[in-house]
Nanobody, 124 residues
Framework: VQLQASGGGLVQTGGSLRLSCTAS????????INWFRQTPEKEREFVAH????????YYADSVRGRFTISRDNAENTVYLQMNSLKPEDTAVYYC??????????????????WGQGTLVTVSS
């Protein structure tokens, strides 16, 4: 699976962005998909999860109620809609896919394929 992440940019506090992660090589609907994020000061952290089939989602406490993960199966794309952005949301955002479902969904080491990352900067 090759993943292409896009949609990052510079936005003011309170603004919105939508990130996209488009896959080639396999159909995303069969797999779990996460968004993670990383800053130079912190380890890569879990942001949002979409269970294979697309009906179950989970979020980190820090983004719940502001971010929404969704899928467009026809486009083989996953989105992360980010609203009410805060400066602490500034990070490089990565999409990731896992093809087996035996371990915790929020752990990085569960994921087999990664996008290249897209930078989100929220100015105060």
């Amino acid at each position: 699976v090759q993943l292409q992440a896009s949609g990052g940019g510079l936005v003011q506090t309170g603004g919105s962005l939508r990130l996209s992660c488009t896959a080639s090589g396999r159909t995303l609907s069969a797999y779990d998909i996460n968004w993670f994020r990383q800053t130079p000061e912190k380890e890569r952290e879990f942001v949002a999860h979409s269970r294979h089939g697309g009906k179950i989602t989970y979020y980190a406490d820090s983004v719940r109620g502001r971010f929404t993960i969704s899928r467009d199966n026809a486009e083989n794309t996953v989105y992360l809609q980010m609203n009410s952005l805060k400066p602490e949301d500034t990070a490089v955002y990565y999409c990731a896919v896992r093809t087996t479902f035996n371990g915790p969904y929020f752990r990085m080491n569960q994921y087999d394929y990664w996008g290249q990352g897209t930078l989100v900067t929220v100015s105060s």
